[in-house]
């Protein structure tokens, strides 16, 4: 076969995979080749220089997002090839002395080209394990009601549709600067077996 065939052939062959990649997005196996293929993608806690970096470059249309060093937030990225790819915050918001404190999942977003591949399904897995650490009851975050795909997401990880009348105030302003209102959605988190092996041994309760 001559040279400038196989360059052909070869080029003819990438385009169809690409094709055949962008209809497989989205599906479990897409996912699965992703990460057979050679993604590496690293989830860890943002340093200050990191998380600075996000904000000065990663999303546009982010600037939500609460500040690096704020000991109520905790800060993940998503790494690529030490490539930022995509963030996420879980933020506290401390209680009273009627009730207890609140676990938001806050400021999730991932790459255009890196979308579709379990990034954003891997980082919000972070914020519901780090929330079930501190024995949080549950995990709130809002969510563009037109956001399907992150309706979707949400809805497969056990987060679900709830009503707030303290909230509606402000997402029915939202609906007036954005065209579109947010919603919100619970997980409860159930103990985990360490926290219950803590409260069997101190009779039922947690005594510390």
């Keep these: 076969m001559k040279p400038r065939t196989v360059v052909r052939w070869m080029a003819t062959l990438k385009r169809t995979v690409i094709r055949i990649l962008e209809r497989m997005q989205g599906t479990h196996l897409y996912r699965f080749f992703s990460h ?4 590496n993608i690293r989830i860890k806690a943002a340093s200050d220089v990191e998380w600075a970096a996000v904000d000065a470059n ?3 249309g982010h600037s939500d997002s609460f ?3 704020n000991r109520g937030v905790s800060n ?3 790494l690529k090839r030490d490539h930022i790819v995509g963030h996420v915050q ?6 009273d002395a009627s009730s207890v404190p609140e676990y938001w999942l806050f400021n999730l977003a991932v790459r255009i080209r890196h979308r579709r591949k379990g990034i954003g399904e891997a980082l919000t897995r972070q914020v519901i394990a780090s929330s079930q650490r501190e024995e949080a009851t549950d995990l709130r975050l809002l969510v563009f ?3 399907l795909p992150a309706v979707q997401l949400y809805q497969s990880l056990g987060f679900e549709l709830k009503n707030d009348p303290g909230l509606e105030p402000r997402l029915a302003r939202d609906k007036e600067v954005f ?3 947010r919603i919100l959605m619970i997980k409860s988190l ?5 926290d219950l092996s803590r409260r069997d041994l101190s009779g039922g309760e947690d005594n510390r």
């Design 76 to 78: 993940f990225i998503a």
């Design 90 to 95: 879980l933020v506290r918001k401390p209680g």
């Design 145 to 147: 009601e037109n956001n």
């Design 190 to 194: 159930p103990p985990t077996s360490s």
């Design 36 to 39: 057979r293929g050679g993604m």
């Design 179 to 181: 065209g579109s209102r």
């Design 58 to 60: 990663l999303i546009p």
């Design 67 to 69: 500040p690096g060093g």
